[in-house]
Protein backbone atom coordinates (compact mmCIF):
# COMPACT_ATOMS: atom_id res chain seq x y z
CA UNK A 1 0.00 0.00 0.00
CA UNK A 2 1.69 3.29 -0.51
CA UNK A 3 2.52 5.44 2.15
CA UNK A 4 0.51 8.30 1.74
CA UNK A 5 -2.98 6.12 1.62
CA UNK A 6 -1.43 4.11 4.69
CA UNK A 7 -1.04 7.92 6.35
CA UNK A 8 -4.59 9.09 4.99
CA UNK A 9 -6.24 5.97 6.13
CA UNK A 10 -5.01 5.98 9.48
CA UNK A 11 -6.28 9.03 10.09
CA UNK A 12 -9.64 8.37 8.75
CA UNK A 13 -9.70 5.26 10.88
CA UNK A 14 -8.51 6.87 14.22
CA UNK A 15 -11.29 9.36 13.42
CA UNK A 16 -14.38 6.86 12.87
CA UNK A 17 -12.91 4.84 15.76
CA UNK A 18 -13.30 7.78 18.09
CA UNK A 19 -16.60 8.63 16.49
CA UNK A 20 -17.92 5.29 17.70
CA UNK A 21 -17.51 5.62 21.42
CA UNK A 22 -18.51 8.56 21.47
CA UNK A 23 -21.51 8.01 19.75
CA UNK A 24 -22.06 4.71 22.07
CA UNK A 25 -21.55 7.05 25.12
CA UNK A 26 -24.55 9.50 23.66
CA UNK A 27 -26.71 6.63 23.13
CA UNK A 28 -26.11 5.42 26.75
CA UNK A 29 -26.99 9.06 28.56
CA UNK A 30 -30.22 8.50 25.84
CA UNK A 31 -30.76 5.49 26.75
CA UNK A 32 -30.43 6.65 30.80
CA UNK A 33 -33.83 8.48 30.22
CA UNK A 34 -36.86 7.23 32.59
CA UNK A 35 -38.78 6.30 29.48
CA UNK A 36 -36.33 5.24 27.42
CA UNK A 37 -36.55 1.12 26.38
CA UNK A 38 -34.36 -1.35 28.93
CA UNK A 39 -32.70 -2.37 25.47
CA UNK A 40 -31.75 0.60 24.63
CA UNK A 41 -28.38 1.20 26.65
CA UNK A 42 -26.97 -2.89 26.07
CA UNK A 43 -27.33 -2.58 22.26
CA UNK A 44 -26.25 0.86 21.92
CA UNK A 45 -22.68 -0.02 23.84
CA UNK A 46 -23.11 -3.79 21.68
CA UNK A 47 -22.79 -1.85 18.20
CA UNK A 48 -20.29 1.03 19.51
CA UNK A 49 -18.10 -1.91 20.82
CA UNK A 50 -18.33 -4.37 17.95
CA UNK A 51 -17.54 -1.36 15.67
CA UNK A 52 -15.01 0.43 17.69
CA UNK A 53 -12.76 -2.85 18.11
CA UNK A 54 -12.79 -3.54 14.29
CA UNK A 55 -11.40 -0.17 13.85
CA UNK A 56 -9.05 -0.35 16.53
CA UNK A 57 -7.70 -3.35 14.89
CA UNK A 58 -8.06 -2.11 11.70
CA UNK A 59 -6.17 1.05 12.42
CA UNK A 60 -3.43 -1.27 13.95
CA UNK A 61 -3.47 -3.26 11.01
CA UNK A 62 -2.84 -0.51 8.38
CA UNK A 63 -0.05 0.73 10.87
CA UNK A 64 1.92 -2.36 10.50
CA UNK A 65 1.97 -2.00 7.06
CA UNK A 66 3.59 1.23 6.62
CA UNK A 67 7.12 2.36 6.75
CA UNK A 68 8.39 3.13 10.33
CA UNK A 69 9.64 6.79 9.33
CA UNK A 70 6.45 7.74 8.42
CA UNK A 71 3.96 5.66 11.17
CA UNK A 72 6.77 5.45 13.85
CA UNK A 73 4.65 8.09 16.25
CA UNK A 74 1.25 7.03 14.97
CA UNK A 75 2.00 3.64 16.01
CA UNK A 76 2.83 4.90 19.60
CA UNK A 77 -0.42 7.26 19.91
CA UNK A 78 -2.90 4.07 18.64
CA UNK A 79 -0.79 1.68 21.05
CA UNK A 80 -1.44 4.39 24.18
CA UNK A 81 -4.70 5.12 23.65
CA UNK A 82 -6.80 3.60 20.35
CA UNK A 83 -5.71 -0.16 21.54
CA UNK A 84 -6.42 0.50 25.40
CA UNK A 85 -9.75 2.76 24.99
CA UNK A 86 -10.91 -0.74 22.33
CA UNK A 87 -10.05 -2.97 25.28
CA UNK A 88 -12.01 -0.67 27.76
CA UNK A 89 -14.69 -0.27 26.05
CA UNK A 90 -14.71 -4.04 25.35
CA UNK A 91 -14.86 -4.29 29.26
CA UNK A 92 -18.09 -2.26 29.33
CA UNK A 93 -19.62 -4.68 26.32
CA UNK A 94 -19.34 -7.32 28.93
CA UNK A 95 -21.16 -5.71 31.91
CA UNK A 96 -23.71 -3.32 30.30
CA UNK A 97 -26.40 -6.07 31.43
CA UNK A 98 -24.89 -7.09 34.74
CA UNK A 99 -23.04 -4.05 36.64
CA UNK A 100 -24.11 -0.75 34.88
CA UNK A 101 -23.06 1.13 37.07
CA UNK A 102 -19.40 1.01 36.00
CA UNK A 103 -20.52 0.93 32.31
CA UNK A 104 -20.66 4.86 32.45
CA UNK A 105 -17.20 5.60 33.60
CA UNK A 106 -15.92 2.84 31.28
CA UNK A 107 -17.89 3.60 28.02
CA UNK A 108 -16.36 7.42 28.53
CA UNK A 109 -12.65 6.01 29.54
CA UNK A 110 -13.05 4.28 26.03
CA UNK A 111 -14.01 7.66 24.47
CA UNK A 112 -11.58 9.30 26.16
CA UNK A 113 -8.83 7.16 25.21
CA UNK A 114 -9.82 7.10 21.60
CA UNK A 115 -10.06 10.06 21.21
CA UNK A 116 -6.79 11.37 22.57
CA UNK A 117 -5.46 8.66 19.89
CA UNK A 118 -7.39 10.73 17.27
CA UNK A 119 -5.45 14.02 18.53
CA UNK A 120 -2.62 12.04 18.58
CA UNK A 121 -2.96 11.50 14.37
CA UNK A 122 -2.76 15.85 13.97
CA UNK A 123 -0.96 17.01 17.27
CA UNK A 124 1.67 14.56 17.53
CA UNK A 125 5.22 15.76 15.79
CA UNK A 126 7.70 12.99 15.03
CA UNK A 127 9.74 11.78 16.85
CA UNK A 128 7.09 12.13 19.93
CA UNK A 129 8.42 13.17 23.12
CA UNK A 130 6.62 12.40 26.46
CA UNK A 131 5.75 15.59 27.17
CA UNK A 132 2.90 15.52 24.39
CA UNK A 133 2.01 11.82 25.42
CA UNK A 134 1.82 13.22 29.09
CA UNK A 135 -0.68 15.84 28.13
CA UNK A 136 -2.76 13.39 26.16
CA UNK A 137 -2.84 11.06 28.75
CA UNK A 138 -4.09 13.93 31.31
CA UNK A 139 -7.26 14.77 28.73
CA UNK A 140 -8.38 11.34 28.66
CA UNK A 141 -8.29 11.44 32.39
CA UNK A 142 -9.67 14.50 32.71
CA UNK A 143 -12.21 12.87 29.88
CA UNK A 144 -13.38 10.32 32.27
CA UNK A 145 -13.18 12.49 35.16
CA UNK A 146 -16.07 14.21 33.02
CA UNK A 147 -18.43 11.83 32.20
CA UNK A 148 -18.31 10.06 35.93
CA UNK A 149 -19.02 13.59 37.39
CA UNK A 150 -22.49 13.40 34.70
CA UNK A 151 -23.27 10.68 36.07
CA UNK A 152 -23.87 11.81 39.48
CA UNK A 153 -26.48 14.26 37.82
CA UNK A 154 -30.20 13.39 36.63
CA UNK A 155 -30.18 12.41 33.16
CA UNK A 156 -31.62 15.60 31.74
CA UNK A 157 -27.98 16.88 32.63
CA UNK A 158 -25.61 14.59 32.78
CA UNK A 159 -25.22 14.14 29.15
CA UNK A 160 -24.70 18.16 28.72
CA UNK A 161 -22.27 18.03 31.46
CA UNK A 162 -20.01 15.03 30.04
CA UNK A 163 -20.25 16.31 26.83
CA UNK A 164 -19.38 19.84 27.33
CA UNK A 165 -16.36 18.74 29.57
CA UNK A 166 -15.12 16.36 27.20
CA UNK A 167 -15.40 19.09 24.51
CA UNK A 168 -13.29 21.58 26.66
CA UNK A 169 -10.91 18.68 27.27
CA UNK A 170 -10.30 18.06 23.58
CA UNK A 171 -9.99 21.81 23.08
CA UNK A 172 -7.69 22.31 25.65
CA UNK A 173 -5.53 19.14 25.09
CA UNK A 174 -4.94 19.94 21.73
CA UNK A 175 -4.07 23.20 21.98
CA UNK A 176 -1.44 22.30 25.08
CA UNK A 177 0.34 20.06 22.86
CA UNK A 178 0.67 22.65 20.03
CA UNK A 179 1.26 25.01 22.15
CA UNK A 180 4.54 23.12 23.62
CA UNK A 181 6.31 23.23 20.22
CA UNK A 182 5.41 27.47 20.22
CA UNK A 183 6.89 27.66 23.74
CA UNK A 184 10.03 29.56 23.10
CA UNK A 185 9.94 32.95 21.49
CA UNK A 186 10.76 33.78 17.96
CA UNK A 187 15.06 35.29 17.90
CA UNK A 188 15.08 38.62 17.15
CA UNK A 189 17.95 38.08 14.93
CA UNK A 190 20.81 35.27 13.94
CA UNK A 191 23.86 34.85 16.45
CA UNK A 192 26.95 33.08 16.04
CA UNK A 193 25.99 29.67 15.54
CA UNK A 194 27.86 26.78 17.23
CA UNK A 195 27.36 22.85 17.06
CA UNK A 196 25.97 22.20 20.20
CA UNK A 197 23.21 24.84 20.49
CA UNK A 198 20.85 26.98 18.16
CA UNK A 199 21.84 29.98 18.79
CA UNK A 200 24.91 31.30 21.17
CA UNK A 201 26.35 34.48 22.20
CA UNK A 202 27.73 36.49 19.53
CA UNK A 203 31.48 35.55 19.22
CA UNK A 204 34.23 38.37 18.75
CA UNK A 205 35.44 36.17 15.88
CA UNK A 206 32.39 35.84 14.41
CA UNK A 207 31.59 36.81 10.68
CA UNK A 208 28.44 38.64 9.35
CA UNK A 209 26.41 37.65 6.64
CA UNK A 210 26.76 41.17 5.35
CA UNK A 211 30.23 40.83 4.86
CA UNK A 212 30.30 37.78 3.14
CA UNK A 213 30.48 39.31 -1.01
CA UNK A 214 31.92 38.54 -3.87
CA UNK A 215 35.44 40.12 -4.93
CA UNK A 216 35.53 43.41 -6.54
CA UNK A 217 34.97 42.86 -10.08
CA UNK A 218 37.56 42.22 -12.74
CA UNK A 219 36.18 41.66 -15.53
CA UNK A 220 32.89 42.95 -17.40
CA UNK A 221 30.33 43.67 -15.97
CA UNK A 222 26.50 43.64 -16.78
CA UNK A 223 24.44 46.39 -15.29
CA UNK A 224 20.05 46.13 -14.91
CA UNK A 225 17.68 48.77 -13.02
CA UNK A 226 14.73 46.95 -11.54
CA UNK A 227 12.21 49.36 -10.80
CA UNK A 228 9.76 47.34 -8.27
CA UNK A 229 5.61 48.84 -8.01
CA UNK A 230 2.26 48.61 -7.70
CA UNK A 231 0.01 48.72 -10.91
CA UNK A 232 -3.00 47.74 -12.65
CA UNK A 233 -1.87 45.53 -16.05
CA UNK A 234 -4.25 44.12 -18.64
CA UNK A 235 -2.87 40.81 -19.74
CA UNK A 236 -3.37 39.71 -23.89
CA UNK A 237 -6.45 37.62 -23.03
CA UNK A 238 -8.51 40.97 -21.63
CA UNK A 239 -8.09 39.90 -17.74
CA UNK A 240 -7.38 42.91 -15.61
CA UNK A 241 -5.60 42.60 -12.67
CA UNK A 242 -3.82 44.54 -9.54
CA UNK A 243 -0.29 43.31 -9.67
CA UNK A 244 2.89 43.87 -8.01
CA UNK A 245 5.84 43.68 -11.13
CA UNK A 246 9.77 45.03 -11.89
CA UNK A 247 7.82 46.90 -14.82
CA UNK A 248 6.56 44.09 -16.75
CA UNK A 249 4.70 40.30 -16.66
CA UNK A 250 7.60 38.73 -16.07
CA UNK A 251 9.96 41.28 -15.13
CA UNK A 252 12.78 42.00 -17.36
CA UNK A 253 14.56 38.88 -18.41
CA UNK A 254 18.57 39.18 -17.34
CA UNK A 255 21.23 37.83 -18.93
CA UNK A 256 24.79 37.76 -18.67
CA UNK A 257 28.22 35.61 -19.53
CA UNK A 258 30.20 32.85 -17.54
CA UNK A 259 33.32 35.00 -16.24
CA UNK A 260 31.14 38.25 -16.42
CA UNK A 261 29.21 39.87 -12.83
CA UNK A 262 25.85 41.31 -12.28
CA UNK A 263 24.55 44.09 -10.80
CA UNK A 264 21.29 44.74 -10.42
CA UNK A 265 20.00 48.04 -8.72
CA UNK A 266 16.53 47.47 -7.10
CA UNK A 267 14.36 50.91 -6.54
CA UNK A 268 10.94 50.18 -4.54
CA UNK A 269 8.77 52.14 -6.77
CA UNK A 270 5.77 52.01 -4.24
CA UNK A 271 5.12 48.45 -3.33
CA UNK A 272 3.66 48.80 -0.03
CA UNK A 273 5.28 45.54 1.67
CA UNK A 274 8.47 46.39 0.55
CA UNK A 275 10.58 43.93 -1.78
CA UNK A 276 13.68 42.01 -2.14
CA UNK A 277 15.64 40.21 -4.63
CA UNK A 278 16.20 36.38 -4.10
CA UNK A 279 18.10 34.43 -6.95
CA UNK A 280 16.15 31.29 -7.29
CA UNK A 281 19.02 28.76 -7.55
CA UNK A 282 22.07 30.58 -8.36
CA UNK A 283 24.72 30.10 -5.63
CA UNK A 284 25.53 33.80 -4.82
CA UNK A 285 27.61 35.35 -2.00
CA UNK A 286 25.33 35.16 1.58
CA UNK A 287 24.73 38.60 1.57
CA UNK A 288 22.97 39.10 -1.59
CA UNK A 289 20.58 35.80 -1.29
CA UNK A 290 17.45 38.90 -0.57
CA UNK A 291 16.04 37.37 2.68
CA UNK A 292 15.07 39.72 4.59
CA UNK A 293 15.52 39.50 8.70
CA UNK A 294 18.44 37.10 7.56
CA UNK A 295 20.93 38.63 4.65
CA UNK A 296 19.71 42.48 4.29
CA UNK A 297 16.53 44.48 5.53
CA UNK A 298 13.51 44.69 3.21
CA UNK A 299 13.50 47.29 0.22
CA UNK A 300 10.61 50.20 1.55
CA UNK A 301 8.93 52.53 -0.89
CA UNK A 302 11.77 55.18 -1.90
CA UNK A 303 14.50 52.94 -0.89
CA UNK A 304 17.00 51.17 -2.70
CA UNK A 305 19.61 48.45 -3.05
CA UNK A 306 22.29 46.85 -5.14
CA UNK A 307 23.28 43.04 -5.80
CA UNK A 308 26.24 42.07 -7.17
CA UNK A 309 27.54 38.56 -8.04
CA UNK A 310 29.85 37.04 -10.24
CA UNK A 311 27.90 34.68 -13.15
CA UNK A 312 29.83 31.32 -11.95
CA UNK A 313 26.83 29.03 -12.96
CA UNK A 314 25.44 29.03 -16.44
CA UNK A 315 21.91 27.46 -16.71
CA UNK A 316 18.48 28.35 -16.01
CA UNK A 317 17.52 30.15 -12.99
CA UNK A 318 15.04 32.80 -12.07
CA UNK A 319 14.53 35.96 -9.45
CA UNK A 320 11.51 36.86 -7.40
CA UNK A 321 11.20 38.90 -4.08
CA UNK A 322 11.52 37.21 -0.41
CA UNK A 323 9.74 39.83 1.45
CA UNK A 324 6.09 38.68 2.03
CA UNK A 325 6.49 36.27 -0.50
CA UNK A 326 3.76 34.23 -0.42
CA UNK A 327 1.11 37.30 -0.53
CA UNK A 328 3.72 39.58 -3.18
CA UNK A 329 5.76 36.90 -5.19
CA UNK A 330 2.42 35.49 -6.81
CA UNK A 331 0.91 39.23 -7.90
CA UNK A 332 4.09 39.34 -10.48
CA UNK A 333 7.10 40.25 -8.53
CA UNK A 334 8.89 37.56 -10.59
CA UNK A 335 11.76 37.19 -13.81
CA UNK A 336 13.99 35.17 -15.56
CA UNK A 337 17.76 35.04 -15.15
CA UNK A 338 20.14 33.03 -18.19
CA UNK A 339 23.66 32.59 -17.88
CA UNK A 340 25.26 31.40 -21.02
CA UNK A 341 28.75 29.67 -21.17
CA UNK A 342 31.36 32.01 -22.97
CA UNK A 343 31.01 32.45 -26.62
CA UNK A 344 27.12 31.26 -25.69
CA UNK A 345 24.07 31.74 -26.99
CA UNK A 346 25.40 29.32 -29.77
CA UNK A 347 23.84 30.77 -33.48
CA UNK A 348 22.92 27.44 -34.34
CA UNK A 349 20.39 26.90 -31.51
CA UNK A 350 17.35 29.53 -30.71
CA UNK A 351 16.27 30.23 -27.42
CA UNK A 352 13.08 30.66 -25.57
CA UNK A 353 12.95 31.58 -22.10
CA UNK A 354 9.44 30.40 -20.62
CA UNK A 355 8.63 31.30 -17.26
CA UNK A 356 4.81 29.71 -16.41
CA UNK A 357 2.89 31.93 -13.70
CA UNK A 358 -0.74 32.14 -12.74
CA UNK A 359 -2.54 35.75 -12.08
CA UNK A 360 -5.72 36.38 -11.41
CA UNK A 361 -7.00 33.38 -12.62
CA UNK A 362 -5.12 33.17 -16.39
CA UNK A 363 -1.41 31.11 -16.72
CA UNK A 364 1.23 33.17 -18.08
CA UNK A 365 3.95 31.50 -20.47
CA UNK A 366 6.20 34.13 -20.36
CA UNK A 367 4.12 37.84 -20.83
CA UNK A 368 1.42 35.91 -22.83
CA UNK A 369 -1.91 35.16 -20.80
CA UNK A 370 -3.46 34.19 -24.83
CA UNK A 371 -1.35 31.48 -26.66
CA UNK A 372 2.11 32.61 -27.40
CA UNK A 373 2.74 31.42 -31.25
CA UNK A 374 5.95 31.76 -32.66
CA UNK A 375 7.50 30.96 -36.18
CA UNK A 376 10.42 28.34 -36.26
CA UNK A 377 12.28 27.17 -39.19
CA UNK A 378 12.02 23.21 -39.66
CA UNK A 379 14.85 22.15 -38.86
CA UNK A 380 16.73 24.29 -36.68
CA UNK A 381 17.70 23.81 -33.14
CA UNK A 382 15.29 25.05 -30.53
CA UNK A 383 16.03 25.11 -26.54
CA UNK A 384 12.92 25.77 -24.32
CA UNK A 385 13.96 26.95 -20.65
CA UNK A 386 11.13 26.25 -18.42
CA UNK A 387 10.64 27.73 -15.24
CA UNK A 388 7.92 27.07 -13.20
CA UNK A 389 7.29 30.40 -10.93
CA UNK A 390 3.87 28.74 -9.84
CA UNK A 391 3.38 27.72 -6.17
CA UNK A 392 2.43 23.90 -6.87
CA UNK A 393 3.85 21.38 -9.41
CA UNK A 394 2.71 21.96 -12.52
CA UNK A 395 2.80 18.74 -15.71
CA UNK A 396 3.54 19.89 -19.07
CA UNK A 397 3.39 18.23 -22.13
CA UNK A 398 5.53 18.79 -25.46
CA UNK A 399 3.59 16.99 -28.18
CA UNK A 400 4.64 17.25 -31.84
CA UNK A 401 7.87 16.69 -31.71
CA UNK A 402 10.84 14.19 -29.83
CA UNK A 403 12.72 16.30 -27.65
CA UNK A 404 15.27 15.56 -24.47
CA UNK A 405 16.01 17.48 -21.19
CA UNK A 406 19.64 18.78 -21.54
CA UNK A 407 19.33 20.77 -18.29
CA UNK A 408 17.41 20.20 -14.87
CA UNK A 409 17.50 23.56 -12.19
CA UNK A 410 20.48 25.09 -14.05
CA UNK A 411 22.68 21.65 -14.53
CA UNK A 412 23.81 19.86 -17.47
CA UNK A 413 22.63 16.00 -17.73
CA UNK A 414 25.09 13.98 -19.18
CA UNK A 415 22.74 12.16 -22.02
CA UNK A 416 25.46 10.11 -24.25
CA UNK A 417 26.60 10.55 -27.81
CA UNK A 418 24.44 11.72 -30.90
CA UNK A 419 21.69 14.61 -30.87
CA UNK A 420 18.88 11.80 -30.49
CA UNK A 421 20.66 10.19 -26.83
CA UNK A 422 18.08 10.73 -24.37
CA UNK A 423 15.04 11.36 -26.73
CA UNK A 424 11.80 11.25 -25.78
CA UNK A 425 8.07 11.27 -27.13
CA UNK A 426 4.73 11.73 -25.37
CA UNK A 427 6.73 12.05 -21.52
CA UNK A 428 4.74 14.36 -19.03
CA UNK A 429 7.14 16.45 -17.25
CA UNK A 430 6.13 16.96 -13.85
CA UNK A 431 8.53 20.62 -13.10
CA UNK A 432 8.08 21.36 -8.96
CA UNK A 433 7.36 24.73 -7.99
CA UNK A 434 10.84 26.87 -8.57
CA UNK A 435 11.96 24.38 -10.76
CA UNK A 436 13.46 24.86 -14.64
CA UNK A 437 13.57 22.37 -17.29
CA UNK A 438 16.13 22.77 -20.56
CA UNK A 439 14.04 21.01 -23.28
CA UNK A 440 15.96 20.78 -26.87
CA UNK A 441 14.24 19.40 -30.04
CA UNK A 442 14.90 19.92 -33.60
CA UNK A 443 12.00 21.81 -34.60
CA UNK A 444 10.12 19.74 -37.35
CA UNK A 445 7.65 20.69 -40.57
CA UNK A 446 4.50 20.42 -37.89
CA UNK A 447 3.51 22.55 -35.44
CA UNK A 448 4.61 21.74 -31.55
CA UNK A 449 2.80 22.90 -28.35
CA UNK A 450 3.89 23.36 -25.16
CA UNK A 451 0.54 22.57 -22.91
CA UNK A 452 -0.12 22.33 -19.07
CA UNK A 453 -2.65 19.72 -17.82
CA UNK A 454 -5.11 21.23 -16.24
CA UNK A 455 -7.61 22.54 -18.93
CA UNK A 456 -5.31 25.91 -19.48
CA UNK A 457 -6.05 28.21 -21.79
CA UNK A 458 -3.26 29.32 -22.71
CA UNK A 459 0.45 27.66 -23.80
CA UNK A 460 2.68 28.23 -26.52
CA UNK A 461 2.37 27.16 -30.17
CA UNK A 462 5.51 26.87 -32.48
CA UNK A 463 4.71 26.82 -35.89
CA UNK A 464 6.90 26.03 -38.87
CA UNK A 465 8.32 28.89 -40.75
CA UNK A 466 7.17 28.07 -44.34
CA UNK A 467 9.44 31.38 -45.58
CA UNK A 468 11.63 33.64 -43.55
CA UNK A 469 9.24 36.44 -42.55
CA UNK A 470 8.70 39.33 -39.91
CA UNK A 471 5.15 39.54 -40.01
CA UNK A 472 3.52 38.64 -36.79
CA UNK A 473 2.30 35.65 -36.14
CA UNK A 474 -1.31 34.98 -35.72
CA UNK A 475 -1.98 33.32 -32.98
CA UNK A 476 -2.70 29.40 -33.19
CA UNK A 477 -5.19 27.42 -31.90
CA UNK A 478 -4.99 25.99 -28.09
CA UNK A 479 -2.33 23.94 -26.75
CA UNK A 480 -4.03 20.73 -25.31
CA UNK A 481 -3.03 18.93 -22.32
CA UNK A 482 -1.64 15.43 -23.84
CA UNK A 483 -1.68 12.34 -21.05
CA UNK A 484 1.09 10.24 -20.90
CA UNK A 485 4.05 8.56 -18.74
CA UNK A 486 5.90 10.43 -16.43
CA UNK A 487 9.55 11.62 -16.72
CA UNK A 488 11.38 9.26 -14.04
CA UNK A 489 14.43 12.06 -12.64
CA UNK A 490 15.68 8.50 -11.22
CA UNK A 491 16.83 6.94 -14.34
CA UNK A 492 17.26 9.43 -17.00
CA UNK A 493 20.02 10.59 -18.15
CA UNK A 494 23.49 8.43 -18.71
CA UNK A 495 24.35 6.28 -15.48
CA UNK A 496 27.03 8.17 -13.89
CA UNK A 497 30.08 5.92 -11.70
CA UNK A 498 29.79 7.56 -8.78
CA UNK A 499 31.76 6.99 -5.79
CA UNK A 500 29.83 6.00 -2.59
CA UNK A 501 28.65 9.27 -0.28
CA UNK A 502 29.94 9.84 2.71
CA UNK A 503 28.95 12.47 5.14
CA UNK A 504 30.01 14.30 8.03
CA UNK A 505 26.82 15.57 9.21
CA UNK A 506 23.45 13.74 8.69
CA UNK A 507 19.79 15.09 9.11
CA UNK A 508 16.36 13.77 8.87
CA UNK A 509 13.64 16.31 7.89
CA UNK A 510 10.14 15.32 8.59
CA UNK A 511 7.26 17.34 7.13
CA UNK A 512 3.48 17.23 8.26
CA UNK A 513 0.46 19.02 8.66
CA UNK A 514 -0.05 19.40 12.22
CA UNK A 515 -2.24 21.59 14.68
CA UNK A 516 0.08 24.61 15.70
CA UNK A 517 0.50 27.95 17.25
CA UNK A 518 1.91 30.26 14.21
CA UNK A 519 2.38 34.10 14.79
CA UNK A 520 0.52 33.42 18.28
CA UNK A 521 -2.53 31.65 16.36
CA UNK A 522 -3.73 27.83 16.32
CA UNK A 523 -3.71 26.95 12.53
CA UNK A 524 -3.61 23.17 10.73
CA UNK A 525 0.63 24.48 10.50
CA UNK A 526 2.99 22.62 8.15
CA UNK A 527 5.46 21.58 10.87
CA UNK A 528 9.41 19.97 10.04
CA UNK A 529 10.11 17.41 12.65
CA UNK A 530 7.32 18.59 14.50
CA UNK A 531 7.89 22.39 15.05
CA UNK A 532 7.05 25.18 13.09
CA UNK A 533 9.45 28.42 11.83
CA UNK A 534 11.14 29.89 13.50
CA UNK A 535 11.27 27.22 16.60
CA UNK A 536 12.93 24.76 14.53
CA UNK A 537 16.47 24.67 15.27
CA UNK A 538 18.89 25.58 12.76
CA UNK A 539 21.07 23.06 10.96
CA UNK A 540 24.57 24.04 12.12
CA UNK A 541 27.84 23.31 9.50
CA UNK A 542 31.25 23.38 9.28
CA UNK A 543 32.99 24.68 6.11
CA UNK A 544 33.40 22.09 4.14
CA UNK A 545 31.15 19.76 5.65
CA UNK A 546 29.30 16.30 3.66
CA UNK A 547 26.01 16.34 4.74
CA UNK A 548 23.23 13.47 4.17
CA UNK A 549 19.78 15.10 4.00
CA UNK A 550 16.63 13.10 4.34
CA UNK A 551 13.44 14.61 4.01
CA UNK A 552 10.30 12.61 4.40
CA UNK A 553 6.85 13.76 4.14
CA UNK A 554 4.30 12.62 5.92
CA UNK A 555 1.54 15.46 5.30
CA UNK A 556 -1.06 15.46 2.61
CA UNK A 557 0.55 17.88 0.26
CA UNK A 558 3.41 18.07 -2.20
CA UNK A 559 6.31 20.30 -0.88
CA UNK A 560 8.88 21.61 -3.23
CA UNK A 561 11.87 21.74 -1.16
CA UNK A 562 14.19 24.24 -1.76
CA UNK A 563 17.68 25.11 0.02
CA UNK A 564 18.81 28.40 -0.76
CA UNK A 565 22.75 28.72 -1.63
CA UNK A 566 23.22 25.14 -2.37
CA UNK A 567 22.67 22.69 -5.22
CA UNK A 568 21.81 19.04 -3.63
CA UNK A 569 23.16 15.70 -5.25
CA UNK A 570 20.40 13.48 -5.65
CA UNK A 571 20.76 10.25 -4.33
CA UNK A 572 17.49 8.45 -3.78
CA UNK A 573 13.62 8.97 -4.38
CA UNK A 574 11.58 7.19 -2.04
CA UNK A 575 14.11 4.16 -2.01
CA UNK A 576 14.68 4.26 -5.56
CA UNK A 577 18.52 4.97 -6.40
CA UNK A 578 19.14 7.79 -8.90
CA UNK A 579 21.60 6.35 -11.36
CA UNK A 580 22.55 9.41 -13.15
CA UNK A 581 24.79 12.72 -11.46
CA UNK A 582 21.52 14.56 -10.79
CA UNK A 583 21.67 17.80 -9.03
CA UNK A 584 18.95 20.05 -8.21
CA UNK A 585 17.80 22.93 -6.16
CA UNK A 586 13.76 22.40 -6.47
CA UNK A 587 12.79 18.42 -5.67
CA UNK A 588 9.28 17.85 -5.66
CA UNK A 589 8.29 15.83 -2.47
CA UNK A 590 5.12 13.86 -2.45
CA UNK A 591 2.80 12.69 -0.14
CA UNK A 592 4.58 9.55 1.36
CA UNK A 593 7.45 9.87 -0.51
CA UNK A 594 11.75 10.00 1.55
CA UNK A 595 14.04 11.49 -0.74
CA UNK A 596 18.04 10.98 -0.01
CA UNK A 597 20.27 14.09 -0.73
CA UNK A 598 23.92 14.91 -0.28
CA UNK A 599 24.42 18.56 0.13
CA UNK A 600 28.31 20.18 0.14
CA UNK A 601 28.75 22.86 2.93
CA UNK A 602 30.86 25.05 0.49
CA UNK A 603 28.87 28.42 0.61
CA UNK A 604 29.43 30.14 3.96
CA UNK A 605 26.69 32.11 5.38
CA UNK A 606 23.17 31.38 7.31
CA UNK A 607 20.82 30.19 4.40
CA UNK A 608 16.93 29.78 4.06
CA UNK A 609 15.36 26.17 3.50
CA UNK A 610 11.76 26.08 2.53
CA UNK A 611 8.83 24.57 1.04
CA UNK A 612 8.17 26.84 -1.98
CA UNK A 613 4.34 26.64 -1.94
CA UNK A 614 5.16 29.60 0.02
CA UNK A 615 2.07 29.55 1.50
CA UNK A 616 3.42 26.67 3.52
CA UNK A 617 6.57 28.46 4.07
CA UNK A 618 4.18 31.03 5.87
CA UNK A 619 2.78 28.48 7.67
CA UNK A 620 5.36 27.28 9.28
CA UNK A 621 7.82 24.83 6.75
CA UNK A 622 10.63 27.05 7.13
CA UNK A 623 14.01 26.84 8.85
CA UNK A 624 17.85 27.47 8.15
CA UNK A 625 20.92 25.97 7.36
CA UNK A 626 23.99 27.94 9.29
CA UNK A 627 27.46 27.85 9.26
CA UNK A 628 29.29 28.00 12.99
CA UNK A 629 30.89 31.41 12.98
CA UNK A 630 28.38 33.38 10.90
CA UNK A 631 25.97 35.67 12.67
CA UNK A 632 23.36 38.01 11.28
CA UNK A 633 22.60 41.83 12.08
CA UNK A 634 19.10 41.95 10.83
CA UNK A 635 16.36 41.29 12.88
CA UNK A 636 13.23 39.49 11.70
CA UNK A 637 11.17 39.65 14.97
CA UNK A 638 7.55 41.33 15.63
CA UNK A 639 8.43 44.64 15.64
CA UNK A 640 10.22 44.05 12.33
CA UNK A 641 9.27 45.15 8.70
CA UNK A 642 11.27 42.42 7.51
CA UNK A 643 9.13 39.19 6.53
CA UNK A 644 10.95 36.68 5.10
CA UNK A 645 7.01 34.77 3.85
Not at 78 to 101: D, E, N, Q
Not at 262 to 290: E, K, Q
Not at 367 to 381: D, L, N
Not at 523 to 543: C, E, H, K, M, S
Amino acid sequence: MPASAVLGIDLILAALCAASWISGLAAWFVGARPAAPAWLPAWAVTAGALVGLVLAAGRMAVLLTGRPELVGDRLLGCLAFTVPGAAIGAVALTLTRRASAVVLPLLTTAAALTTAGLLSVVTLGTPAGWLPLAVLAVLAVLGTASGTLGARHGWRNRGTIAAGSLGVVVLVGALAVSWMDSRASPPSSFRAMGHHAGTSPVAETARSVDTLRAPAPLGPVREYTLHARSERVTLDDGTNADALTFGSLPGPELRASQGETVRVTLLNDNVPDGVTLHWHGYDVPNAMDGVPGVTQDAVMPGQSFIYEFPAAQAGTYWYHTHQNASADEPKGLYGALVVDPPGSPAPDIQDITVPVHTLAGSTLFGGHAAVWTEQKTPGSRVRLRIINTDQLTQRFSLSGVAFRITAIDGGDLALGDGPAAGEMTGTVLPLAAGGRYDVEFTMPDQPVQLALEGGRTGGLSLVPRATPSASPVPPGPAPRFVPGPELDLATYGVPAALPAPTADVSVTYVLDHLIRFVDGVPRFAFTVNGAVYPNIPPLVVQDGDRVLVTVVNRSDDVHPMHPHGHHVRVLSIDGRPVSTDLRMDSMEVRPGQMWTMLLTADNPGIWMDHCHNLAHARDGMMFHLAYDGISSPFNHNGASQNRPE
